[in-house]
T-cell receptor
């Protein structure tokens, strides 16, 4: 039973063409995260939501935005993808609250983005 | 200096070998610690949490040393299926920082 679902699994877009990646969860977790992972590198946190509260990492480019219309869904919008944005994008959830310090994160299968 | 640093690897070991990975972290306020496993082109999956008292799950043993700010993962009796990248994760107030991972290849 899938708990964190990401669609699509593979996404091809053109340079500068906006793209949206989606994530849904059946865990009813309060916190949802978006990570970017490039080849042979660690996942890098872009931002997270605790319920409806949005928390952006300081070094996340403005080109990346996120929406969370309800508990189950969270979207990653890349307004003008560049070649350097090609990566695996991972969605994760945790029960929260995010400052509790002990929360396990559950990852979705990821969306691999290719920018042409 | 990176917040979380792992052994560079890769580790290539024969089946049945014992292998140990270390991970150091720089933030003394770090609250929780995990090892994740990531197979090629797949998502990270939780392997085990790491506690000060140490914890064991079958062939896997994790240890935390807060004084020296490092965690370790020991894999005994390695199996072919253990081949993967192992990610050290350190959590401070809900923010998780990942190490770059150590790649393990277990060979017949």
């Amino acid at each position: 039973d899938a708990m964190v679902i990401q669609n699509p699994r593979y996404q091809v877009t053109q340079f500068g063409k906006p793209v949206t990646l989606s994530c849904s969860q059946t865990l009813n977790h309060n916190v949802m995260y978006w990570y970017q992972q490039k080849s042979s590198q660690a996942p890098k946190l872009l931002f997270h939501y605790y319920d409806k509260d949005f928390n952006n990492e300081a070094d996340t480019p403005d080109n990346f935005q996120s929406r969370r219309p309800n508990t189950s869904f969270c979207f990653l919008d890349i307004r003008s993808p560049g070649l350097g944005d090609a990566a695996m994008y991972l969605c994760a959830t945790s029960r929260g609250p995010p400052d509790s310090g002990g929360e396990t994160q559950y990852f979705g299968p990821g969306t691999r983005l290719l920018v042409l | 200096r990176k917040e979380v640093e792992q052994d560079p690897g890769p580790f290539n070991v024969p089946e049945g070998a014992t292998v140990a990975f270390n991970c150091t972290y720089s933030n003394s306020a770090s609250q929780s610690f995990f090892w994740y496993r990531q197979d090629c082109r797949k998502e990270p999956k939780l392997l085990m949490s790491v506690y000060s008292s140490g914890n064991e799950d079958g062939r896997f043993t994790a240890q935390l040393n807060r004084a020296s700010q490092y965690i370790s993962l020991l894999i005994r009796d390695s199996k072919l299926s253990d081949s993967a990248t192992y990610l050290c994760v350190v959590n401070v107030k809900g923010k998780s920082t990942f190490g770059d991972g150590t790649t393990l290849t277990v060979k017949p």
